[in-house]
């Protein structure tokens, strides 16, 4: 019988060292990596027999919108959802995320990108939700820009990817983009230097080293460098000579 | 609001400033000063002459070169301490560049502290013992000296090409880092630019290197 | 007069964070508890768009109008007045997405664009991209940020809610919840809390629903006495992509495009669907209905393919038929279709232009849920619901792009009446925090029990056996021996469950058992939904049963209500508000005739 093999990076608890751990499911067609996991945990037996704990991992949409399922598979990281087992070189290998705390086997805690967001005012200043009419009238091709760079999901792949990227030095290319995304909007410029202020700490933009896999890996196709080279020119206008205007 | 600087900001964009700017366009000035070797010892020695004829040489020296190159050498192991390259997962060309951008940064950081030793002072044992700025007539000969012995010869063709590289994609770093390039296309066209910017580079400066050990350059016995 | 309120909010999708920004900008502190993180939550899904009658392309398009299609779509079960009420807040809805900045496509003056979607003539729905919940779930996300910085959003995320604690006079105070990591149990008090957790589609084994959309939560509160509406009425999407984890949305464009659906006519040709000759291929909608071919409405074409499926004629005698393609130039298709093909293409690995795509109805989306009152309030004090988990707008069948405003509108409701609740509500007094200590010890018993217990049973397997009854039987077509045959099935499952064993002995971060918490739950509902199915003896919006094809508004224009008891559910039926437009034959066949404003 056909079957495959699936490696995984174990880690019982935060502070225990990893391991890898062998299993062998049968061959369906049409299997992605979750439903691998999911064979898996219901009967978590290793490949030479032994009796083992069930893998623990992140997933929800299941459609990569979410975002929750990004792992590292066969050394890339990529959402493990639109991971088809048949497009794989096999024994698969999954790993956790390595530029987040690892909380168990394949989870790791990405709430620090949640905090960066926080960092660089990823919103627009509402008045408030009463009703105030229409939003201001638009360019199509500003919000064919704009929500390229609205779809991201906050799955880290650009961060985990990135060269530049470790021990949260680095705000980086979602955060960024985030930056782009509100500055271009009529009501989300008004509070454009509230926004450059985050992205020019000692952890901001300048960090960047030009090495684009951020774009490479981007599920959602999100125009990565381009945001960052467009707020490399609002923080050198803005940031570096706004006192010129003073 | 009044946007604060970060130390970090600050200290990056003068090492993006400082690699175009006095460093670039200097390395631009030494490889037209080397060419001179083009025509003969004579013209060599008389453009070395000139510019230790500019007034102010030594403010010039230490303020326009020495302070920023050493700051732009030391900032730049620091900026390369932090990498943390994955060029066999993530083998895309930007991400190659990223690698060698910084491998040709160490090479740089040695191979310049060994140029400056060997030619601004003489001072590297077993080596050259006369400083080119102070021995004005004898600078063609003094070049040519060390560029007869083979190995040194091939450090300066590898340091020369490490320098063109680390320049010529330094410029297409700063056109984005300074927000002058932004969008895909520009990225790819500048991209080229810089390619072929960096080929022209190193043809000048490798045949700069070997007018000193062959008359004319590669192709003088043609001229 | 209560000045420091707290109200809780289980759910981090449209509903909930609609209703946390009200809270919080009105001054109130809101606790907020998500199993994911609420960015991840379920809304992400929703691909269409959002309804509002602003009529801006002149097509004497109203709310009225609006209203009118979704009572309609919903064969008049729904309550009038509140899906009134949503059509009139919509286009403020959709406006206030704009302000917050969501990417909703322009029209060449820069205005909001407009789209057809289905079950209307109008374009009524703005859209953002082919992701507008994604869009307007991250808009909410971002604005509940906002105010999660300025202190009045306390997030709990990676947090499930497991019961409410009421007090003895049945009043919600405040609920537990168990951290998923250290499944550490905690009370937390509140002075009302909305339920906002979405759908229920993962008792159906694999729906299109996100794997967090189990309808847990709701089913703790059913089980400590909140009323839940409307159970059996179920959406099924009729296309959808069969996948080994999960069912993913085909658009229904690629019919609309040409697609042709067929099946072999040999049961279990296990051939390559290139080489079956067209001789042996079973047109069955073509044959069926020459008149509309593969362009019949939506419920007809799923019950026809779910029939085949049923009688074994599904390809390889699996649940799924072809959906072809393959007549049409691949250039036509990457023109019209490109986007959907990407998505076939990214999930399954074959080229649709080459290869037929097989796909099989999906489990989409519930009408039914908690009961609430016209202001969202549940038959529990102190405890409302909003959004997909709500029973109120939708009726027997929700209307595309309705689900994202009905969130909005559920959330937005449910706000002020929490708050006005928790003003007027008198603080605990005598109660103290035992009430809040019985609760967790309580929920600490059961999980205690679970741990221990060891028995032959495996909870996933369980699961499986459940959802393939489930959607094998009281989904498109129901016949009351086999409704039956599954309420006898899920008591067996019930029993059975008490004899698993959780599988992991390592309990940090372990699934195992928040998912037997979760399947415990789901058999309770999967009990109400197939029973209220087996009750209901009329075909109506998404429940059909072929032994009883019509609509009978004499004995059934009415709400079903369960309640829980030891035994199983209660069931008893409420009289459907129709105060604004009286009941009229709902066939999509000729077009809709719309009644004059009342």
């Given amino acids: 019988m056909n079957t495959v093999e699936i490696h995984i990076k174990r880690r019982p608890s935060p502070d225990a060292p990893q391991h890898w751990e062998v299993f062998e499911i049968p061959y369906r067609p049409n299997l992605n990596v979750i439903s691998c996991l999911m064979e898996i945990r219901k009967n978590p037996v290793t490949k030479s027999g032994q009796q083992t704990t069930p893998p623990s991992w992140d997933m929800n949409c299941l459609e990569q919108v979410c975002g929750i399922c990004t792992m590292v598979i066969n050394g890339r ?30 989870i790791v805690d990405r709430s620090q990108m949640f905090d960066h967001l926080k960092r660089v005012h990823a919103w627009i200043e509402l008045d408030g939700t009463h009703d105030l009419g229409p939003g201001p009238r638009m360019d199509q091709e500003d919000v064919m820009e704009r929500y ?14 990135c060269p530049q990227y470790d021990e949260d030095h680095y705000i980086g290319p979602q955060a960024i983009a985030q930056v782009r995304l509100f500055n271009m909007h009529p ?60 | ?79 390369t301490v932090e990498a943390r390259p994955n060029n066999l997962y993530y083998p895309y060309a930007r991400n190659w560049f990223y690698t060698i951008q910084r491998v040709t940064g160490i090479i740089l950081f040695f191979f310049i502290t060994f140029h400056v030793l060997n030619f601004r002072f003489g001072l590297i044992p077993g080596l050259n013992t006369m400083s080119v700025a102070h021995h004005v007539d004898q600078s063609f000969d003094i070049v040519a000296r060390e560029f007869k012995m083979v190995p040194i010869f091939i450090v300066y ?67 | 007069m209560a000045t420091d309120i707290k109200i809780a909010i289980v759910g981090g999708g449209l509903a909930g964070l609609a209703a946390a920004m009200k809270i919080a900008e009105a001054g109130h502190s809101v606790d907020l508890f998500s199993v994911v993180p609420v960015k991840r939550s379920h809304s992400v899904c929703a691909q269409g768009g959002i309804n509002g009658a602003v009529n801006t392309k002149g097509e004497g398009d109203s709310i009225w109008e609006h209203f009118d299609d979704t009572v309609y779509g919903g064969d008049f079960l729904a309550n009038q007045p509140p899906a009134k009420a949503m059509c009139e807040m919509a286009p403020a809805i959709i406006y206030l997405f704009d302000r917050m900045g969501v990417p909703f496509s322009r029209t060449n003056e820069g205005l909001l664009d407009f789209r057809r979607f289905g079950g209307t003539k109008h374009h009524r729905t703005a859209f953002a991209g082919a992701s507008t919940g994604q869009q307007l779930l991250y808009a909410l996300d971002e604005q509940v940020r906002r105010h999660e910085v300025a202190g009045k959003v306390k997030k709990y995320e990676g947090w499930e809610m497991m019961s409410l604690v009421l007090d003895d006079h049945q009043v919600c105070r405040g609920l537990v919840a168990m951290n998923l990591r250290s499944l550490e149990l905690k009370a937390f008090p509140a002075d009302a809390v909305i339920i906002a957790s979405g759908g229920p589609g993962l008792i159906f084994g694999k729906s299109t629903n996100s794997m967090v959309c189990t309808g847990s939560a709701v089913a703790a509160c059913y089980q400590q006495g909140a009323k839940y509406a409307n159970g059996e009425f179920i959406q099924v999407h009729p296309t959808s992509i069969p996948g080994e984890d999960k069912l993913r949305l085909m658009s229904e464009s690629a019919r609309g495009e040409g697609g042709r659906v067929w099946v072999p006519k040999n049961k279990g040709d296990k051939r390559s669907p290139s080489s079956i000759p067209e001789n042996e291929r079973l047109y069955f909608l073509e044959e069926k209905y020459p008149a509309y071919g593969n362009l019949v409405p939506r419920d007809i074409a799923t019950r026809e393919i779910f029939q085949v499926c049923l009688a074994g004629m599904g390809v390889n005698g699996e649940n799924q038929v072809y959906l072809d393609l393959t007549h049409i130039p691949a250039e036509t298709l990457d023109k019209k279709l490109g986007a959907i093909l990407e998505i076939y293409e990214m999930f399954v690995g074959d080229d649709p232009r080459h290869v037929p795509m097989r796909i099989f109805p999906g489990v989409h989306y519930s009408m039914g849920g908690l009961w609430v009152d016209f202001d969202q309030r549940t038959n529990v004090s102190g405890l409302l619901a909003a959004g997909e ?33 928790a003003q007027n509500v008198e603080r605990n007094g005598s109660n103290g925090s035992r009430v809040y200590d019985q609760e967790t010890k309580h929920q600490q018993e059961i999980n205690d029990r679970l741990i221990k217990q060891s028995g032959k049973e495996n909870q996933y397997k369980l699961h499986d056996e459940m ?106 039926y409420d009289p459907v508000d129709i105060s604004l437009l009286p009941p009229r034959k709902r066939d999509y066949s000729h077009e809709k005739k719309e009644t004059a404003k009342a």
Wanted: glycine fraction near 8%; include cysteine; proline fraction near 4%.
């Fill in chain 1, 77 to 106: 990281v990529r959402q493990s959802c639109s991971a088809l087992v048949d497009n794989l070189d096999k024994p698969i290998k999954l790993e956790p995320m390595t530029k987040f705390p690892n909380i168990r086997d394949l």
């Fill in chain 1, 148 to 161: 390229a760079y609205s779809r991201c999901m906050t799955c880290g792949c650009c961060l985990e990817a």
């Fill in chain 1, 187 to 246: 009501s989300g410029a008004m509070d454009r230097e509230e926004r450059l202020q985050g992205i020019m700490g000692d952890d901001g933009i300048t960090n960047c080293g030009n090495a684009q896999n951020c774009v490479k890996v981007c599920p959602m196709n999100i125009p990565l460098t381009k945001a960052i080279y467009e707020e490399n020119r609002e923080t050198v206008l803005y940031g570096l000579l706004g006192w010129l205007k003073k």
């Fill in chain 2, 1 to 79: 609001m009044a946007i604060r600087l970060s130390r970090t900001f600050i200290l990056r964009k003068l090492h993006q400033l400082t690699g175009i700017m006095p460093l670039g366009i200097f390395l631009l000035e030494h490889f037209y000063t080397n060419s001179k070797a083009l025509t003969g010892p004579a013209d060599f020695n008389n453009a070395v002459r000139d510019l230790q004829s500019i007034p102010y040489i030594l403010f010039v020296e230490i303020g326009g070169i020495f302070i920023p190159l050493i700051y732009h050498a030391v900032y730049g192991l620091v900026i």
């Fill in chain 2, 157 to 223: 063709v590898i340091g020369i090409t490490a320098t063109v590289w680390h320049l010529a994609n330094g410029i297409w770093l700063f056109l984005v880092d300074w927000g002058i390039t932004i969008g895909e296309r520009a990225q790819r066209l500048t991209g080229y630019a810089c390619i072929a910017f960096g080929l022209f580079l190193l043809a000048v400066g490798i045949n700069a290197a070997i007018a000193f050990i062959h008359p004319g350059g590669l192709l003088g016995k043609f001229m």
């Fill in chain 3, 389 to 421: 988990c709500d029973y109120s707008i939708h009726g027997a069948n929700r209307l595309g792009a309705n689900s994202l405003v009905s969130c909005v509108y559920g959330g937005f409701i449910a706000a002020p009446a929490a708050i006005e609740w």
């Fill in chain 3, 467 to 572: 959802g393939k009854i489930m959607t094998d039987n009281v989904t498109v077509i129901r016949y009351n021996d086999r409704l039956k045959q599954t309420d006898d099935k899920l008591r067996e499952l019930t029993d059975r469950y008490d004899r698993i064993s959780i599988n992991d002995s390592n309990l940090w971060a372990t699934m195992a058992l928040p998912h037997a918490r979760q399947l415990r739950n789901m058999l309770d509902l999967a009990r109400v939904i197939t029973l209220g199915a087996l009750n209901r003896n009329e075909s109506r919006g998404a429940h059909y049963k072929p032994d009883f094809p019509d609509r009978d508004d004499p004995n059934w224009l009415k709400t079903t209500v369960a309640e829980y008891s030891g035994e199983g559910p209660v069931f008893s």
